[in-house]
């Protein structure tokens, strides 16, 4: 297998933005396990968290979102409400293979996350743990 583009590995730091928590309407694809997670910190049953916070498509298990297409634990204050326990799909961004596909795509997650390009250089091969590739 090829080494890829980003054989140096790439900076990236949160800054606890959300930028990656708003905007158009997506999905956050979470598992039973997420689900029984995010309910144990919340206080809640795996069931009312599945009545209250998720929607079935095709299928599959995603998180709600408000109307204008935030994250429903996204408090524009104070960030995350359930960062210690978010879905893989948030832990692994920017580290998504669309954004690890060439250079440019990579420059144009920077545009959209302040914390691309920032803090310490994370390795390649924890950037394959992180994005599944």
């Known amino acids: 297998m090829p080494e890829p583009w980003y054989r140096r590995g790439l900076r990236f730091q949160c800054q606890r933005c959300g930028r990656c928590c708003t905007g158009a309407e997506g999905y956050v694809w979470v598992t039973e396990e997420e689900i029984a997670r995010i309910a144990a910190y919340r ?17 599959r298990i995603s998180l709600l979102e408000r109307p204008g297409g935030d994250c429903e634990f996204l408090d524009r204050d104070a960030g995350c409400s359930i960062y210690p326990v978010r879905p893989s ?5 920017p580290f998504w293979p669309v954004n690890l596909a060439t250079p440019a795509a990579w420059k ?3 545009m959209a996350c302040p914390g691309v390009g920032t803090g310490d250089r994370i390795p390649a091969d924890e950037i394959g743990r992180r994005s599944g590739i």
């Open 43 to 59: 206080s809640e049953t795996p069931d009312a968290f599945r009545r209250d916070h998720v929607r079935w498509v095709e299928g």
């Open 108 to 110: 144009r997650a920077g």
């Open 89 to 93: 799909q948030c832990r692994s961004w």
